[in-house]
C-alpha cells in the first residue's frame, strides 16, 4: 500500500467515524460503541479489499459484506453513505418509522446490506451459507463477516465455525471484532472467552490478531488471509469499544449511550477533527 | 388446477421419505439450484441417497440445526432453492428463531422437511416429540405451513413449492401413511379437498388423522350421522371460505390433528368460525395438552385419543348429550 493509499483510507475512516458520531448525536444516542470499533475494518473492506458497486448494490458478481453483529447497523450506515450507496442525509432518519435505516442492518430495505441481522450468531451462519454457494458455483467472490466477540457467547457462531472450517470456506474472511466489551460489561467478566486466537485455530481457521485500529495491518491482514488456499481464516481485531474517540471510549457503558450535554460537546469537537482530515483534500 | 380423485381401494404405497427423496431427485435433474441440507440424519430422512445421486446438490451441516438454517438462508441468497431436513422439533423449537430472522423476515426461500411430527416420533420418545410446531411456524408472517394426506400429494406439493419463494414448512411422517388420493392427482396450494359428503357433522382433518377421519366417517353413517370429510392439508394458508361453505347447515364441526388442540388446525378453525360469527359447536381432537411419550404409533394414537372410534365417540357424546 502507498503512503497515498493509506492515507486515503484514514481520510475514509475520519468520515465514517464522524458519520456515526453525527449519527448518535441526531438520534440523543445508540450503539455507539460497537459502531466505531469497526471503523477501521469498513474503512479498510469498502476503501480497498471489496468488489462492489455502489449504484448496483445487488450486483451478483459483488463480494459479500455480512455484520452479524448487527447492532452496529449505525457504523455499517456510515460506511455506506461514505461509499455512496446513498445519501448521507438520508441515514438521520435512522430508527423513524418507515425508515430504510433500521438500528439494525435488514437486507430487504437497505441497499448494500447483504444479510439482515440483530439476532446473534446467525450472521454467520448466512455468511457461511453465501460462501458455501459461491463455491459450488466456481467464483472467486469473497464474504466478509464481522462477529462480534460478546456474540461468541452464542452457540450458533460455533457451529458456524465448525462448518466453515470443515469445509475449509477460505472465501469467507471471518473478522472478531474483539472490543473486550459487551452490553453488560467486560467480556471476560460476564463469559470469559479465553484466547480467541487459540480457540479459532482450535477450530482449523487459519488466525492471526492485528491492530483493529490500523488500516495498514488490517489490509495487509486480508491479503495474507486471501493468500490462504488450505483453510478457513479468521482475522482477529484488537480494538477498543467507542474506538478512536477517547472520551467515549473511556465511558463505562458505552454499548448503547444515551448522550448528556457533555457528550454532545465532545461529539461536535470530534466531528470537527475528523472533518478535518477527510476534507483536507476537497 | 384441481384433478384429484379419491382411492377406492387400498394400493401399497412408499414411505413418505421414499417420495420426499424421489421427487427431489427429480426436481435436481430439472432445476440445478435445487440443493438438499441435512443435519446428520441423512440415514433417517433418505437425503443420503441424494448425496450419493447427486453429490454436488447435498449439504451436510451436521449436527447444527440453527447454523443448518442460516446455511440454507445464505445459499437462498445466491439463487439456490434450499430443501432442509431434520425432525420437526429441531426445526420448529429448536430453530424457531433461526427460521424467523434468516429465513421469513429476511425474505429468504427455506423448505423444510420436518419430519415425524406429533406421535410420528414413536419410539423417539417424548423428547423428539412436537405437538406444538404448528403454533410456531403458523405465526410466521408469509410462512406457508402443510401437513400432506400421503405420498400423492407430497410428491405434488413438492413440485408446486419449487418454483416458489419463502418458507414452506412440510410436516410428515417418514414412514407409511394411508394412500388416499390416486397417483397424478393435481391439488390446489390453500384448497381443501372434500373427501366425503355428508349433512350433518363436518370433519377437518391432515397428515396422520385424515384416514382415521374417513374411517370414523364411515362408522358414524352407518350410525346414522352423515358426516362429511375435508383434507386440510394447507394450514396455512387455511381455506376459510371452504370452511364457511361446507359449515353451513351443519350441526356440529370436528377438527382432527396430530397436534395440540393448541395453535393447530382445531384454532385456526375455531379463528374462522367465531370470526363469522357462526353458531355451530366445534369439537377439536388432537393431543390435549399433553408431553409426547415412547411407543408404538398405534399405542400412541390410541394413548392421546387419535383414533377413528375416539372421533367417532367425539360425535356420538356431542349428539346424546
Not at chain 1, 435505516?101 to 441497499?111: A, E, G, I, M, V
Not at chain 2, 423428539?128 to 406457508?144: M, N, Q, S, V, Y
Amino acid at each position: 500500500m502507498t503512503p497515498q493509499e493509506l492515507n486515503q483510507l484514514k481520510k475514509y475512516s475520519a468520515h465514517i467515524r464522524a458519520n456515526v458520531l453525527k449519527l448518535m448525536k441526531a438520534k440523543n444516542g445508540g450503539h455507539l460503541g460497537g459502531s466505531l470499533s469497526i471503523v477501521e475494518v469498513l474503512s479498510v473492506l469498502y476503501g480497498r479489499q471489496m468488489r462492489y458497486d455502489a449504484k448496483n448494490p445487488r450486483d451478483p458478481h459483488r463480494d459479500y459484506f455480512v455484520l452479524s453483529k448487527g447492532h452496529a447497523g449505525p457504523g455499517l450506515y456510515s460506511a455506506l453513505s461514505v461509499f455512496h450507496f446513498f445519501d448521507e442525509a438520508e441515514i438521520y432518519t435512522l430508527n423513524e418509522g418507515g425508515t430504510r435505516f433500521p438500528s439494525h442492518p435488514d437486507r430487504t430495505k437497505t441497499p448494500g446490506v447483504d444479510a439482515t441481522t440483530g439476532s446473534l450468531g446467525q450472521g454467520i451462519s448466512v455468511a457461511a451459507g453465501i460462501a458455501y454457494a459461491l463455491k459450488l458455483q466456481g467464483t472467486d467472490q469473497y464474504v466478509y463477516c464481522i462477529v462480534g466477540d460478546g456474540e461468541l457467547n452464542e452457540g450458533q457462531c460455533w457451529e458456524a465455525f465448525q462448518f466453515i472450517a470443515s469445509y475449509r470456506l477460505n472465501n469467507l474472511i471471518v473478522f472478531i471484532d474483539d472490543n473486550k466489551r459487551q452490553l453488560d460489561g467486560y467480556t471476560k467478566d460476564i463469559i470469559n472467552p479465553f484466547d480467541i486466537v487459540e480457540k479459532m485455530r482450535a477450530f482449523g481457521f487459519s488466525t492471526e490478531r492485528v491492530n483493529g485500529g490500523s488500516e495498514e495491518a488490517i489490509s495487509a491482514a486480508v491479503d495474507r488471509a486471501k493468500a490462504v488456499t488450505d483453510s478457513a481464516v479468521c482475522i482477529v481485531l484488537d480494538t477498543i469499544k467507542g474506538q478512536g474517540i477517547p472520551y467515549f471510549e473511556n465511558i463505562a457503558d458505552n454499548h448503547s449511550v444515551k448522550l448528556s450535554p457533555a457528550d454532545t460537546v465532545v461529539i461536535d469537537e470530534s466531528v470537527a477533527a475528523l472533518s478535518a482530515i477527510y476534507e483536507e483534500a476537497k | 388446477m384441481t384433478m384429484w380423485t379419491a382411492l377406492k381401494e387400498p394400493f401399497a404405497a412408499k414411505e413418505q421419505r421414499a417420495v420426499f427423496v424421489e421427487t427431489l431427485q427429480e426436481l435436481i435433474d430439472r432445476n440445478p439450484r435445487v440443493v438438499a441440507l441435512e443435519a446428520d440424519l441423512g440415514g433417517a430422512s433418505g437425503f443420503s441417497k441424494i448425496k450419493e445421486s447427486h453429490p454436488a446438490h447435498f449439504v451436510q451441516v451436521g449436527i447444527s440445526e440453527a447454523n443448518m438454517i442460516g446455511v440454507a438462508a445464505g445459499m437462498s441468497l445466491r439463487g439456490y432453492i434450499p430443501f432442509v431436513h431434520t425432525f420437526a422439533p429441531f426445526v420448529a423449537r429448536r430453530a424457531c428463531d433461526q427460521l424467523y430472522m434468516a429465513g421469513a423476515y429476511s425474505k429468504n426461500t427455506i423448505n423444510v422437511f420436518a419430519s415425524d411430527p406429533g406421535v410420528c416420533a414413536a419410539t423417539n420418545g417424548g423428547t423428539h416429540t412436537t405437538f406444538e410446531d404448528l403454533g410456531f411456524i403458523r405465526a410466521l408472517p408469509d410462512a406457508l405451513v402443510f401437513d400432506p394426506a400421503d405420498g400423492v400429494q407430497l410428491n405434488w406439493l413438492l413440485h408446486e413449492l419449487v418454483d416458489r419463494t419463502g418458507i414452506h414448512y412440510v410436516r410428515t411422517t417418514r414412514k407409511d401413511i394411508r394412500p388416499i388420493y390416486k397417483p397424478g392427482s393435481t391439488f390446489e396450494i390453500g384448497k381443501g379437498n372434500i373427501l366425503t359428503a355428508g349433512k350433518d357433522v363436518l370433519l377437518l382433518a391432515m397428515g396422520e388423522l385424515l384416514g382415521e377421519a374417513l374411517d370414523a366417517a364411515a362408522r358414524l353413517q352407518q350410525a346414522g350421522i352423515s358426516t362429511e370429510v375435508i383434507d386440510m392439508f394447507t394450514i396455512k394458508p387455511l381455506d376459510r371460505d371452504l370452511i364457511l361453505q361446507e359449515a353451513s347447515g351443519k350441526k356440529l364441526i370436528v377438527t382432527c390433528e396430530n397436534h395440540s388442540v393448541i395453535n393447530g388446525l382445531g384454532s385456526a378453525v375455531a379463528d374462522v368460525i367465531a370470526e363469522a360469527a357462526l353458531n355451530i359447536p366445534l369439537r377439536k381432537v388432537g393431543i390435549q395438552d399433553r408431553f409426547g411419550q415412547v411407543g408404538s404409533l398405534k399405542y400412541l394414537k390410541q394413548t392421546y385419543g387419535l383414533t377413528a372410534e375416539h372421533i367417532q365417540s367425539v360425535v356420538q357424546d356431542h349428539f346424546s348429550a
